[in-house]
Every structure is written in C-alpha cells, then in structure tokens.
C-alpha cells in the first residue's frame, strides 16, 4: 500500500444549493443549506485514502466546535491526524458554497486557522509521496517540497504566486484550465509532469511540452462539481506512485473525479477504488 503526506487546508463547508447562481449583486433565495467537512488539503487527504493509500494529513484547525466537524470524516476514514495542530484565537478554514442543479459552483473561502500553518510547525514524515495545494502559505509548501525526498505533486490552486522552486522541485504538478492559463509560461520552469484538466472535457498530461496523454472521462450525472479536482489530484498521484503508466494513470483520475461529483458535498462524495474501477468498467474505459 502506498503512503502519501498531505500539506493542506481543512475547512469547514457551508454548502447552499440553489436553482441558479447568482449573477454579481444578485440576490437569490428558496436554498437548502448542508454543512460539510472540507478543503482542498484534508479532500485530498480522505479521497487518497478511500482510494487505497495510506495518509497523514499536516494541518491547522482552530480550537472550535467547527474543528471537530470538519475532521469527522477524516477520522472515521482513517487518515493520521496526528500532525494536525489545534490553533488558539482563532477560526477553522470557513468555505462558503453555492452550487447550481449542474453542478456548477461558487465558492468563496475564508482561510482562518489554514494561514497558521508555518514552516516551522512542520514535521515532515516519511512517505512515498507529498501532495500540496495553495490554500495555505505558499512558503509552507516551498520549504516541504525542499525538505521532502519522494514524490512531490502540488496542485496549484488557488492560483497564486508560488516561489519558482517549487514549480522546478515538482514531479506532478496540477492546473485547471483557468489556473493554466493564470500561471502561463511561467509553468516551463517545471520539468516533471502537467496535467491541466478541461472539466468534462478530461485532462491531458504533459512533460516538457510534450503529451503522454489525453483522456476524457466517463459521463455521469453532475450533481457537485465541489471536489472533483481534489479527487482527481489524489487519483492521478496516487497511480503515478504505484507505478501506473501515464495514459492508464490519468484515465483513473477522470474517472475518479467524474465519481466525485455524484454526490452532494466535497467529502462525502469522495469515492472508492471500488466505486471507480465500477464506473470504469461501465463506461468500457
């Protein structure tokens, strides 16, 4: 079984479903309101682990009821939390979700105990592999990719600055479309492999300009599109580490991020290997 560290955010989803999304200054009305465990961070976390890895997440909380909720699934699903830290005055990570009977989303994140995570909080364990994304300090994940010795893949959202290190240090490095065309040329620093994913149009990787592969994933009914791009991000390191060649390795993360978003909520629409390998074998994929 494979072992995968993840540096991340864990927040606390504050999910409103409602006909359609509001146009900027528009107010909507008639939403149903859930409340799930989420972040870029601790959704990777728990979807590598659903999906056969074993996981340690390194993370900051607050010291708040909001806490306990947000890390509910994670620790029934048996990732580590023992580097999780518990920070004082201040709030756990807060997202604030809009989603549409599409899927579609709006999202807006209020980071709290997320931007306490320091560089000098950091024990980095041993592991096979490091997933990053950029909802905590960026300098945080500059210095992990720095100190860690195995697989390093950082998916780069939020789109942001990021110290040029990190993109030369990655081994996988993750973008959306938007997020690709946000960073630009500036992605030629990197010479491991891009995968920039296109939606329901799959994602195609690359390694120094050159692809190694393009997939589109199966067709499903889109219910969340909320933690699909976590999804795939675990998927597609997590079967780069088995050994997995580069087309097979992304054709499961397609299919791993369409399962995501069958199910409302980031969290507990995370599936499992089963569940993908059964989507992939329905769509003769």
Not at 193 to 205: C, Q, Y
Request: hydrophobic fraction near 45%; include cysteine; proline fraction near 5%.
């Amino acid at each position: 079984m494979s072992s995968i560290v993840v540096i991340g955010s864990v927040n606390l989803d504050l999910v409103a479903t409602v006909k359609k999304l509001p146009a900027p200054g528009e107010t909507v009305t008639d939403a149903e309101l859930n409340r799930f465990p989420g972040g870029k961070g601790a959704n990777q976390a728990l979807a590598a682990k659903r999906l056969g890895a074993e996981v340690q997440l390194l993370a900051c909380v607050g010291d708040d009821s909001a806490a306990d909720e947000a890390l509910a699934l994670l620790r029934e699903g048996g990732v580590d939390l023992s580097e999780v830290r518990v920070e004082a005055d201040i709030s756990t990570g807060t997202a604030l979700i809009a989603v549409d009977p599409s899927g579609e989303n709006h999202i807006v994140v209020a980071p709290g105990a997320n931007k306490k995570l320091a560089t000098d909080l950091l024990r980095i364990p041993d592991a096979e592999a490091m997933i990053c994304q950029l909802e905590v300090p960026t300098d945080t994940v500059a210095r992990a990719g720095a100190e860690f010795g195995g697989f390093f893949c950082v998916n780069l959202a939020p789109a942001q600055h990021v110290d040029v290190s990190v993109l030369q240090r990655a081994d996988l490095i993750i973008v959306n479309e938007t997020e690709a065309a946000w960073y630009g040329e500036s992605l030629d620093a990197c010479s491991g492999m891009i995968a920039t994913t296109f939606g329901a149009a799959g994602a195609v990787l690359t390694r120094n300009g050159e692809d190694l592969a393009r997939v589109k994933p199966p067709r499903v009914d889109a219910i969340d599109t909320t933690a699909a791009g976590d999804t795939f991000t675990a998927a597609l390191a997590l079967a780069l580490v088995e050994g997995q060649q580069p087309e097979s390795a992304l054709r499961f993360a397609c299919a791993a991020g369409a399962a995501a978003t069958r199910t409302l909520g980031a969290q507990p629409s995370l599936p499992t290997r089963q569940e993908v390998l059964r989507l992939m074998e329905d769509a003769a994929i």
